[in-house]
């Protein structure tokens, strides 16, 4: 059971290294071209224009932005708790089949005689 609460943190430990400098990089890059997308979305003949133009993209983001973002950060926490109960229950199951745990919770010694 050590082993594989040690494996789940070492799986997220190392996907918390990976992750982080990556979307840290991502928005860095994002923020620096968002005048340039700003831009383009009221230029009505680029095409990212046309489609502001026709969907509302821009209105929509500034609802997003004023009002809803602290619920989309809420969401995107929710998705990323839901992936790691998922990796980790799925790490249980497989650590619990190796070591042969019973439906009960207890441990049963292979080949020892089980009880009726």
């Known amino acids: 059971m050590v082993i594989v609460i040690v494996g ?3 799986i997220a430990a190392l996907f918390l290294t990976l992750a982080i400098p990556r979307l ?3 928005a860095t890059t994002l923020a620096h071209a ?3 997308y700003l831009h383009r979305l009221q230029n009505h003949n680029s095409e990212l224009g046309r489609l502001n133009a ?3 993209i821009q209105q929509r983001l500034e609802k ?3 009002g809803h973002g602290t619920s989309l950060v809420g969401e995107v926490l929710a998705a990323g708790k ?3 109960s998922t990796v980790s229950s799925a790490l249980v199951v497989a650590g619990c089949r190796r070591s042969s ?4 919770g207890s441990y049963r010694v292979p080949g020892a005689p089980g009880r009726s």
């Open 101 to 104: 745990c019973s439906p009960t």
């Open 82 to 84: 839901l992936v790691l």
């Open 64 to 66: 997003l932005v004023s």
């Open 34 to 36: 968002l005048p340039t």
């Open 8 to 10: 789940m943190l070492g």
């Open 54 to 56: 026709k969907y509302g």
């Open 24 to 26: 840290t990089a991502e």
